[in-house]
């Protein structure tokens, strides 16, 4: 079965700082996807960020970006310029793909707190 | 933004009673899921289905049954109510892209459970 770790339940960093969040994964998948979901106090979950298995090259968003690692089975969040606006839980995800029953795994959640 | 409802959005009720939730959406997608999101569990997969009356069993389903007797309504139901089932329910939905599954998944703006 699939497993999403996310090793830092919490993290603090200044306002316009870089801060990257951990997530490693384990499969036996050669086809799958991965995503980074934020929960800001809202509640709701947005997508951030999504990375096809298959593909080298890391996936950005503006500020966002992933360091994928497929061999060592590591998908880290990289946050640039972090903005207030940033603070959240984030959620690190995992799809096998090509099934009927595609289901999401998520981690456990890391909640960042970008202080002014 | 997808068009996906979820009601009530908040709900007290006592133990021992019967309570349904309802997911609705307007994007005509095939799938959708039920999850629970609880403190240091993230989120977790309750039941999902793949199509009208289509349906299937997720990581904590015990309690819980679910219908969907039409494409646009998802239906949760507690049949008797305990308070291990207070939470925040979320509904989501994924669908077509052309002829390959759109593997993202939508959040409604949850539902938030108390069993008192």
């Known amino acids: 079965a699939q497993t999403v770790t996310q090793s830092q339940p919490e993290m603090s960093v200044q306002e316009a700082e870089t801060v990257t969040l951990s997530c490693t994964y384990d499969?036996?998948?050669?086809?799958?996807?991965l995503f980074w979901y934020k929960q800001p106090p809202s509640r709701q979950m947005i997508l951030v960020i999504r990375?096809?298995?298959?593909?080298?090259q890391n996936a950005t968003e503006n500020r966002f970006s992933v360091n994928f690692q497929k061999a060592a089975k590591s998908f880290s969040l990289k946050i640039s310029d972090s903005q207030l606006g940033d603070t959240a839980m984030y959620f690190c995800?995992?799809?096998?793909?090509?099934?009927?029953?595609?289901?999401?795994?998520f981690g456990k959640g890391t909640r960042l707190h970008i202080l002014p | 933004d997808a068009g996906i409802t979820q009601s009530p959005r908040h709900k007290v009720t006592e133990t021992g009673t019967p309570v349904t939730l309802r997911c609705h959406q307007t994007?005509?997608?095939?799938?959708m899921y039920w999850y629970r999101q609880d403190p240091g569990h993230g989120l977790r997969l309750i039941h999902y289905?793949?199509?009208?009356?289509?349906?299937d069993k997720g990581e904590v389903s015990d309690g819980y049954s679910v219908s969907r007797s039409k494409t646009e309504d998802f239906l949760l139901t507690l049949e008797s109510a305990t308070s291990s089932q207070t939470s925040v329910y979320f509904c989501?939905?994924?669908?077509?892209?052309?002829?390959?599954?759109?593997?993202?998944?939508?959040f409604g703006p949850g539902t938030r459970l108390t069993v008192t």
């Open positions: 989501a939905i994924s669908g077509l892209a052309g002829k390959f599954l759109s593997y993202e998944q939508y």
């Open positions: 499969t036996s998948e050669s086809n799958y996807y």
């Open positions: 990375q096809e298995a298959y593909k080298q």
């Open positions: 995800a995992f799809m096998k793909h090509g099934q009927k029953d595609d289901k999401i795994i």
């Open positions: 994007e005509n997608h095939r799938y």
């Open positions: 289905s793949y199509g009208v009356k289509d349906t």
